[in-house]
């Protein structure tokens, strides 16, 4: 493997971090009953369940 592609890849998983975190900031700045009408009131739990993993593996 080359630098290239390693940084390529680096790259595209920054870039694709970067998407998926502007998304859930602009579902989130939504109303709350907007989200539940387009499907999306599940963000807080998978947002909270991600984090709650998160810390309980930093403390440990």
């Known amino acids: 493997m080359s630098v290239l592609s390693s940084i390529g890849r680096i790259a595209t998983h920054y870039a694709a971090a970067r998407a998926r975190h502007r998304s859930e900031r602009i579902l ?3 109303p709350a009953e907007l989200r539940k009408d387009i499907g999306f009131p599940e963000i807080f739990d998978a ?5 709650a ?3 309980s593996a930093k403390v440990i």
């Not at 947002?47 to 984090?51: K, V």
């Open 53 to 55: 993993a998160t810390f």
């Open 28 to 30: 989130l700045s939504l």
């Open 47 to 51: 947002r909270n369940s991600r984090r």
